[in-house]
């Protein structure tokens, strides 16, 4: 019978032991992956078969597209306090999100429409009563136009804060086709929150803070909200025809602008024209 020297056999049970270790780790692994497989494999099967007008794509979309815009509880705090100050008034949103329902309840007694270019928000919410309304809009121009727009408008003579009625402009920027209300009121606050425009592609807020801007000069003094100011398109545009000089108050994402009638006026804004570099 052969004996091994206890120095021999000490590495080559050592070597065992490892081996019999690196296997038990391979199968937990193996199992590992076979019981989360089935999982994965049946989400990416959803994704790929289920129709991109499915409901439930439709719905999981738009979940996330609302969370993603909600306001901060001190920008609603902001905006309801001014709505408070000015109750009952009217008030015009371009965007419809579920807390700006509560400014319709706020503004009792006065008149709120809302403006959306989103169905599927629209069905999902019913307020067409005393005195809230709200109408489906188109907005066509994605956000990637905003630089060319905003030459335009520059340059455009019918983009002048003095012209004709707005479903008349010819201006590339004037929204005309809006709800006959929309033009024959006299509005209190214009709150600019939509369409969403956040990416290129998606319709972009350039023809809503102009239109904003051309609606309160119809009135007397109006106050014009532009909420993600943050973003290059909101803050380009809200320069130029909102103006630095009729910014009047900030909080969070919104800028507060209040705009007081200048018919006679051929100009947005009394200082220069903000340089923009493309």
């Not at 909600?70 to 965007?95: H, Q, T, V, W, Y």
């Not at 999100?97 to 809302?114: E, K, V």
């Not at 106050?223 to 108050?249: A, G, P, Q, Y």
Request: hydrophobic residues 40%.
């Amino acid at each position: 019978m052969m004996k091994f020297p206890g120095k021999k056999l000490l590495p080559l049970l050592v070597f065992i032991l490892a081996c019999l270790s690196i296997l038990r780790l391979v199968k937990i692994a193996i199992n590992t992956s076979h019981s989360s497989s089935p999982a994965a494999a049946f989400s990416s099967s959803v994704e790929q078969k289920v129709p991109s007008n499915a409901a439930g794509v439709h719905i999981g979309s738009h979940k996330t597209s609302l969370n993603a815009t909600l306001l901060a509880p001190k920008e609603f705090m902001f905006l309801s306090d001014l709505i408070r100050r000015k109750a009952p008034c009217n008030l015009l949103i371009f965007g419809l999100q579920p807390q700006y329902l509560n400014l319709s309840s706020i503004n009792a007694g006065g008149i709120t429409i809302f403006l959306e270019d989103d169905p599927y928000k629209i069905s999902e919410i019913n307020a067409d009563s005393n005195g809230t309304h709200i109408y489906e809009v188109e907005y066509k121009v994605p956000a990637q136009k905003a630089y060319e727009l905003l030459k335009h408008a520059r340059e455009s003579p019918a983009c002048a804060p003095a012209t004709s009625l707005l479903q008349q402009s010819t201006c590339k920027l004037a929204l005309r086709s809006l709800p006959k209300q929309v033009y024959q009121l006299k509005w209190d606050v214009v709150v600019v929150d939509g369409p969403i425009g956040d990416a290129p592609e998606a319709p972009g807020r350039m023809s809503t803070i102009y239109t904003a801007s051309m609606l309160a000069r119809a009135g007397t003094t109006t106050h014009v909200l532009v909420h993600d100011i943050h973003r290059t398109i909101e803050k380009w545009f809200s320069w130029e025809f909102l103006c630095e000089e009729n910014l009047v108050s900030s909080k969070g994402k919104f800028w507060n602008f209040s705009i007081s009638n200048h018919s006679n006026s051929t100009r947005f804004c009394s200082s220069d024209t903000v340089r923009i570099v493309n």
